[in-house]
């Protein structure tokens, strides 16, 4: 089964920048596509960005420009670039096996404020 586990939250001002990471074990990160998606309290889980097993990327309208997802295959490591952060990005950021398995990691908290 494939393990996802997220790091790299935290608080930042606005404009700021933060680098989320997600380590997967139990198969090769290249076999299916892997996503992020974030929530905030009281709403639904949204949809951020998805990086395909050709490693082609996508992004929400809402991040566009300022969120790059990418990765080490080597390492089995995805990787969530937040530049120009607002305060609208805070939120519980998880990635999500896009296979099967469909499995998600536990979310790391993300905060922008001054």
């Known amino acids: 089964q494939v393990q996802l586990v997220e790091s790299g939250g935290g608080l930042v001002q606005p404009g700021g920048s933060l680098r989320l990471s997600c380590a997967a074990s139990g198969r090769e990160i290249t076999s299916y596509p892997l996503d992020w998606y974030r929530q905030t309290p009281g709403k639904q889980r949204e949809w951020v960005a998805t990086i395909d097993s050709g490693g082609r990327t996508y992004y929400a309208g809402s991040v566009k420009g300022r969120f790059a997802v990418s990765r080490d295959d080597a390492e089995n490591m995805i990787y969530l670039q937040m530049d120009s952060l607002k305060p609208e990005d805070t939120a519980v950021y998880y990635c999500?096996?896009?296979?099967?398995?469909?499995?998600w990691g536990q979310g790391t908290q993300v905060t922008v404020s001054s």
């Open positions: 999500k096996d896009g296979g099967p398995e469909g499995s």
